[in-house]
């Protein structure tokens, strides 16, 4: 399992330094994370349950059930589990782009929740593909660039997050199945 690590390693370091340019230590920290993310996600929720219909609605209503209980439960419970520090406490000459979290490293959260949001977004809007994975994919790719995450924490939390959204609409649809006809023989 050595020479796993010393990919992870290689990956993180030729992500991180190699690739390093202006354009990409604008980009990346923005993509990570920004100010203006929380009002977009607002916006586009207020969207889907104004203008999307029924099926807006519900992919809204599987954004809320699915996202958030993943990324504080299970993404939360993996990382005090594997008790993973992040790349940045081990190697100080990294090219450290974002501040210094408290939290462990692997999985990546945020790869987790945006790739949940595009299994979710890809069962109930077919086409969302096309923004939605390139997105997910250059959140992940940023956080391995910023130096917060390896390559290996990205890939778990973008493993885990689709699996835990698939298995969580699963399990919201086979719930209704089950008690839908039941108590709302109407709907």
Known sequence: MHWLEQLDVGALRFVNQTLSNRFFDVLMPFAS????????VVIAGLLLLWKGGTRGRLC???????????DSFICNLIKHAVARPRP??????LHLLL????????PSSHAANW???T???LVY?????WFMLPLACLVSFSRVYCGVHYPSDVLAGAILGAGYAVAGMWLVNSLW???GRKWFPLW
Do not use: C, K
Not at 99 to 106: A, E, I, K
Not at 125 to 129: K, N, Q
């Open 60 to 70: 809204a209503l599987m954004l809320a059930l699915i996202v958030w209980p993943g």
């Open 88 to 93: 940045f406490l081990v190697f100080e000459d």
């Open 99 to 106: 501040g210094r979290g408290r939290s462990f490293s692997m």
């Open 125 to 129: 809007y077919r086409r969302s593909w």
């Open 177 to 179: 199945q089950w008690t």
């Open 119 to 121: 299994m979710i977004f």
């Open 33 to 40: 994370g920004n100010r203006y993310f929380i009002p977009s």
């Open 115 to 117: 790739f949940a949001a």
